[in-house]
């Protein structure tokens, strides 16, 4: 079965520090990967897209995702944390059969100053 | 521009109701998408439309239909509600039908059904 998974409900990181929000997946033919992001009360704000090409992936807001076909993930990444990065991210992947988007539960991240 | 907008914003209903749900995606978007999202989990895409014409369908039962518009805009149409359709239902447009692309979401609309 096709499927995403994002193995921690919540991630914390100090403010300056480097995050990682891990995003694994599984399809049928080659992966079309995203990630979003959601504050409170409001839609969702795409960030980036792996289709094909270089395995690491630069996004909106400083964010960078890294393409894994051995390990199947594509973890969300990002050097320097800010408060305002504090919010909920959805990892999704394009199912091969159907081409609708198959979303992950979603990781809390919060950022302490 | 104006990004996709989507009516009302809240709403509540009782068991039993009908609800209709509206979408403007942005303007030359011709691709509409409607996604159910239950607090605490990721969004589950109920509908796809495309030029008009239904391109996808998830896992909802007959209750949930849409329609797409000539100016592409959508309803979603809930019948029969039930306490487990409480949700907040958001509306995605893009460009093209394939979903290769950013999606575009609205703000969505608050569903509470007592």
């Known amino acids: 079965a096709q499927s995403v998974a994002q193995p921690e409900d919540q991630v914390n990181v100090a403010e300056g520090n480097p995050l990682t929000v891990k995003c694994t997946y599984s399809?049928?033919?080659?992966?079309?990967l995203f990630w979003y992001v959601q504050y409170p009360n409001r839609g969702l704000q795409f960030l980036l897209k792996?289709?094909?090409?270089d395995n690491l992936v630069k996004g909106s807001y400083g964010f960078e995702a890294e393409f894994n076909k051995s390990q199947t993930s594509f973890h969300l990444k990002k050097p320097s944390a800010l408060v305002s990065d504090s919010a909920l991210y959805f990892c999704?992947?394009?199912?091969?059969?159907?081409?609708?988007?198959?979303w992950g539960a979603g990781t809390k991240l919060i950022i302490k100053p | 521009d104006a990004g996709v907008t989507q009516s009302p914003t809240h709403l509540i209903k009782t068991r039993g109701q009908h609800v209709t749900l509206r979408c403007s995606p942005i303007?030359?978007?011709?691709?509409v998408s409607w996604y159910q999202q239950v607090l605490g989990q990721g969004p589950q895409f109920i509908f796809q439309?495309?030029?008009?014409?239904?391109?996808g369908r998830g896992n909802f039962p007959d209750r949930f239909s849409a329609r797409q518009f000539p100016n592409y805009s959508s309803e979603l149409n809930v019948n029969a509600l039930l306490l487990g359709d409480s949700a907040l239902y958001l509306c995605?447009?893009?460009?093209?039908?394939?979903?290769?692309?950013?999606?575009?979401f609205g703000e969505g609309s608050r569903l509470t059904v007592l």
């Open positions: 303007s030359g978007h011709k691709s």
């Open positions: 399809v049928s033919g080659n992966p079309y």
């Open positions: 439309y495309y030029e008009k014409e239904e391109r």
């Open positions: 995605a447009s893009s460009s093209r039908d394939t979903n290769t692309g950013e999606l575009f």
């Open positions: 792996y289709i094909t090409g």
């Open positions: 999704a992947v394009r199912d091969g059969v159907n081409y609708q988007l198959i």
